[in-house]
């Protein structure tokens, strides 16, 4: 697993099929494809926003994201909105 002890994202390799999602999701730019692998990567954990967006459009379950962040936030925009995905 690609793990970013900042901020403690995860993404699986194992199950990332590099569609994308994840990246077109995160409004701080923190997930990049890495081209020779076809995987996401986290590129920039730092600037991580802990907003839950990637894991929640990644449909492979593939990042996890820990909830002792300092965004405590146990539920996504689109479960405050009442959004499906």
């Known amino acids: 697993m690609t793990v970013d002890a900042t901020t403690k ?6 199950t990332c099929t ?3 999602l994840c990246i077109l999701s995160c409004p701080a730019d ?3 494809l890495d081209e020779a692998a076809h995987k996401a990567v ?3 954990g730092k600037d991580c ?3 839950y967006l990637c894991e929640d459009d990644c449909p492979e379950h593939s990042i996890t994201l820990s909830h002792d962040i ?3 936030r ?3 925009t689109y479960d ?5 995905i």
Not at 9 to 14: A, H, K, M, Q, V
């Open 80 to 84: 405050q909105f009442g959004l499906k």
């Open 74 to 76: 146990r539920f996504s």
């Open 42 to 44: 986290v590129a920039y």
């Open 49 to 51: 926003q802990v907003c």
């Open 9 to 14: 994202i995860e993404i699986d390799p194992l």
């Open 30 to 32: 923190v997930i990049r």
């Open 18 to 20: 590099g569609c994308g």
């Open 70 to 72: 300092s965004n405590s």
